[in-house]
């Protein structure tokens, strides 16, 4: 997708320090870092929202789950960690290809 930041890391275009990449997904750092470990996993289709989410978006994202589970250990996350999704204004969605915060590293506060 044209003039999207996540295509254009995953094109190569725009560095960025990837931690684990595969056919369907790429985990990078986050440029601006909200805990000591901030990563963020985004599919290689380009979408924005999970309304946009037909049968096999659901089921990329639930194996997209499932991986982050997996790696958590080898991401440093052994301790914990927090999956966060930004959708649409109110959240404060600013990059409109669809990705998962993962936070960690860290105790997180929660209230
Ligand atoms: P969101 O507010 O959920 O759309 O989050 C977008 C995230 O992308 C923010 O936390 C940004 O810091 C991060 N971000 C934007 N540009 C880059 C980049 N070039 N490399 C890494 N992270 C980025």
Redesign the pocket.
């Given at each position: 997708m044209e003039n999207c930041?996540?295509c254009k890391?995953m094109a190569g275009e725009?560095p960025?320090a990837r931690v684990y990449e595969d056919g369907e997904i790429v985990i990078?750092?986050?440029?601006?870092p909200?805990a000591k470990i901030?990563l963020?996993c985004v599919p290689r289709e380009h979408f924005a929202l999970l309304s946009e989410a037909d049968d096999a978006r659901a089921a990329l994202l639930g194996r997209t789950l499932q991986k982050i589970g997996a790696l958590a250990p080898q991401l440093g996350l052994a301790d914990g960690y927090r999956l966060?999704?930004?959708q649409g204004e109110n959240?404060?969605?600013?990059?409109?290809h669809l990705?998962i915060?993962i936070l960690g590293g860290q105790t997180l506060e929660w209230e």
């Amino acid at each position: 997708m044209e003039n999207c930041v996540f295509c254009k890391i995953m094109a190569g275009e725009i560095p960025s320090a990837r931690v684990y990449e595969d056919g369907e997904i790429v985990i990078f750092r986050d440029i601006e870092p909200k805990a000591k470990i901030h990563l963020l996993c985004v599919p290689r289709e380009h979408f924005a929202l999970l309304s946009e989410a037909d049968d096999a978006r659901a089921a990329l994202l639930g194996r997209t789950l499932q991986k982050i589970g997996a790696l958590a250990p080898q991401l440093g996350l052994a301790d914990g960690y927090r999956l966060i999704i930004n959708q649409g204004e109110n959240a404060g969605q600013s990059v409109h290809h669809l990705h998962i915060h993962i936070l960690g590293g860290q105790t997180l506060e929660w209230e």
